[in-house]
């Protein structure tokens, strides 16, 4: 997702948390929606008093392919969890997957 521009397209004040969605576009914003990232702050769960932030990646890459596009509901690509006070380091989960990967976000 590097090479693409994140634009913010949506701050919603939901029951307990903020989210944030950014959609990631080629051509610098000009080209088509490649990916949408959906960040919670605050309460990261519907149960789950803790607070914290959780992002979610959608990938739309298997609905925009030229060859036997999938057609439907896209689930999330893969989810992240960090709560406050969490003293372990936390990873992607990718659902339905049982291979390790790693993924380093850059940014300021």
Not at 31 to 38: C, D, H, I, L, T
Request: a positive charge.
């Amino acid at each position: 997702l590097e090479s693409y521009s994140f634009q913010l397209q949506q701050v919603a004040r939901k029951r307990g948390h903020w989210q944030l969605t950014y959609g990631a576009f080629e051509d610098f914003g000009k080209g088509r929606q490649v990916a949408e990232v959906r960040v919670q702050v605050g309460r990261t769960g519907t149960l789950d008093l803790d607070l914290g932030v959780a992002a979610y990646i959608r990938c739309f890459a298997p609905a925009i392919r030229d060859h036997q596009p999938l057609r439907g509901k896209l689930k999330d690509s893969s989810r992240i969890f960090l709560k406050v006070g969490q003293e372990a380091q936390c990873g992607w989960e990718i659902p339905d997957k049982t291979t390790a990967c790693t993924l380093t976000i850059k940014g300021s």
